[in-house]
């Protein structure tokens, strides 16, 4: 119930190309999908978030794509960089207070210059 | 705005010393903090939950008695993690939300706190 799926584990992109990671949950609960990017050794960041009621959700480069019936949400990179190169975490909660994110495994990206 | 300060950013301590490690929402009083440990090219695991006042909720697998948690005043949490050994050796992270003047469904992490107990 509490699971977040995240594939691909590992991404490899030309520059310039689209990036595509999917996420899969089971809490039907969950009404807040946020994306997270991390570099090596820092915090994560928030990168974009969608609520159920949306189907998609841009913000510059990054796209949300929301599968409410599915229960599935990607992150759509278009024209990626190499400094897009990163870790990658889907996540999951509640938006009431005091309800934490469940994150996915990661997928770490590539973009090859 | 929304900036979570860690501090220290690194810490290296000998095996059975108890480390302290601070969290602090800089520019907004936070309702909740959280606190994620992380390893090596994996994702972050929710340690535990804390409400200003209240006691910390732990997850299931976490010590209460070896991750102390004091969650102090609405811009301050600290985990103390005590009787360090080699394989609480790990990437510490925190994390604030709620509270007025930020997005209240946002959760802010901080830079993260690299502990490692030889």
């Known amino acids: 119930q509490q699971q977040v799926k995240q594939s691909p584990q590992s991404l490899i992109v030309q520059k310039g190309g689209i990036s595509i990671i999917n996420c899969a949950y089971e809490n039907t609960a969950f009404d807040y999908f946020p994306w997270y990017q991390q570099f090596p050794g820092k915090g994560p960041a928030l990168l974009i978030a969608?609520?159920?009621?949306?189907s998609e959700k841009k913000e510059g480069r990054f796209t949300i794509s929301f599968n409410k019936s599915a229960k599935q949400f990607s992150l759509h990179i278009m024209d990626s960089q190499p400094g897009d190169s990163a870790t990658y975490f889907c996540a999951a909660s509640k938006r009431q207070a005091g309800t934490a994110l469940i994150f996915g495994k990661g997928t770490t990206l590539s973009v090859s210059s | 705005g929304a900036v979570v300060s860690q501090h220290p950013s690194r810490v290296i301590c000998k095996s059975g010393t108890s480390v302290k490690i601070e969290c602090r929402s800089l520019?907004?009083?936070?309702?909740?903090m959280f606190w994620y440990r992380q390893f090596p090219k994996q994702s972050l695991m929710l340690m535990a939950t804390s409400n200003e006042g209240s006691k910390a909720t732990y997850e299931q697998g976490v010590e209460k008695d070896k991750f102390l948690i004091n969650h102090a005043s609405l811009t301050l949490s600290t985990l103390t993690v005590t009787s360090a050994h080699p394989e609480d050796s790990s990437f510490y992270i925190c994390?604030?939300?709620?509270?007025?003047?930020?997005?209240?469904?946002?959760?802010?992490f901080g830079p993260g706190t690299r502990l490692l107990v030889l």
């Open positions: 520019d907004f009083q936070a309702t909740t």
């Open positions: 994390s604030a939300k709620g509270g007025l003047a930020v997005n209240q469904e946002t959760q802010y």
């Open positions: 969608i609520r159920p009621d949306v």
